[in-house]
């Protein structure tokens, strides 16, 4: 150790004569990505057994050769670690697929410093949680709100972390919401493109804008089953934009059932509501699908509804 750095000396072998410095470190230190190693030589991290600092990670790797590189202490998260409730869906030394109830905010917030998702990893994980996400939300690739209920990936170091986030770059991942939507949407399936961004009226609110003024969303919904006053759809999202299925079944007319902020509920659906206190959007995160960052292997996983939906869908049974 130096002073608060961890010290990692690494043995560069014959056969990694030729390879750029950061390919032969990263095959060398498979915990640590590409590109974080990328940063850490261009940050004068990474030394020859003479003490030189080698700069260029596209420079020929020294071989055989001993390295030092040296690695900063993570920022410590401010967050406290909680003993809560957690259904695991999946769970491995690289990665944590939680099943969220409703009601649970994803990651700390001015107003929800605790009882946070994040608070709840910390505590799981024991401080295996990638730090790419900061100290705010440790470990978290993407989020759901507060009041939408289901399956969410979390990564537990940053190659697992790094390799997520390019499959919801390039929008890849496999996400199927089940919701509850006002009315009967005709056709009974289609694809909704509408670009979204920040309500000019309420900045606290996603709105559909023109196309050069938000980003690109696409939602693919297929009605499920009719019900009175509602239709519970399957939303397929090509896109991850915030609040996207329930901004995008508003722009067709049919916004979420519950939904407090795009939609407001008939009589007697109204009734219904609110004898039944249910007074969140009906959202649920059903299928998450991806390629395991580190394995290759095709992970598919499903969430079947809370109990809160399943009871509401029963009472509006046609």
Not at 61 to 83: E, I, K
Not at 304 to 309: A, E, R
Request: proline share 6%; aromatic share 2%.
């Amino acid at each position: 150790m130096l002073g608060d750095d961890e010290i990692l000396t690494v043995m560069l072998a014959d056969g990694a004569a030729g390879l750029r410095l950061d390919r032969a470190l990263a095959e060398a230190l498979p915990d640590l990505s590409r590109e974080r190693l990328k940063t850490l030589i261009k940050g004068g991290r990474v030394s020859d057994g003479r003490g030189i600092i080698l700069w260029d990670p596209s420079a020929k790797a020294p071989a055989p050769a001993t390295l030092a590189v040296r690695l900063p202490a993570p920022t410590p998260a401010h967050n406290v670690a909680q003993d809560l409730d957690l259904v695991i869906a999946f769970e491995d030394d690289h990665l944590i697929v939680v099943d969220k109830p409703a009601g649970m905010v994803v990651h700390p917030a001015a107003g929800n410093l605790d009882g946070t998702l994040v608070n709840a990893l910390l505590h799981h994980c024991a401080g295996q949680l990638s730090g790419i996400g900061g100290v705010a939300r440790p470990g978290i690739v993407h989020r759901i709100d507060k009041d939408t209920s289901g399956l969410i990936v979390a990564a537990k170091h940053d190659k697992a972390h790094e390799g997520l986030a390019r499959q919801f770059a390039a929008h890849s991942i496999d996400r199927r919401y089940l919701a509850l939507a006002t009315g009967r949407p005709m056709p009974a399936s289609g694809t909704i493109d509408a670009a979204l961004g920040r309500s000019s009226s309420n900045r606290k609110k996603m709105a559909v804008v023109a196309e050069g003024r938000g980003k690109h969303a696409i939602t693919h919904y297929r009605t499920i089953e009719p019900l009175k006053g509602a239709t519970l759809v399957e939303c397929r999202l090509e896109t991850g934009r915030t609040h996207q299925v329930r901004v995008h079944m508003a722009h067709i007319g049919h916004p979420l059932v519950g939904d407090p902020a795009y939609g407001r509920a008939r009589k007697p659906l109204s009734d219904i509501l609110k004898a039944r206190n249910f007074a969140r959007q009906a959202l649920h995160a059903a299928h998450l699908g991806f390629i395991h960052p580190v394995t290759g292997n095709k992970v598919a996983l499903d969430s079947g509804l809370p109990h809160d939906m399943r009871e509401l869908i029963d009472e509006l049974h046609v």
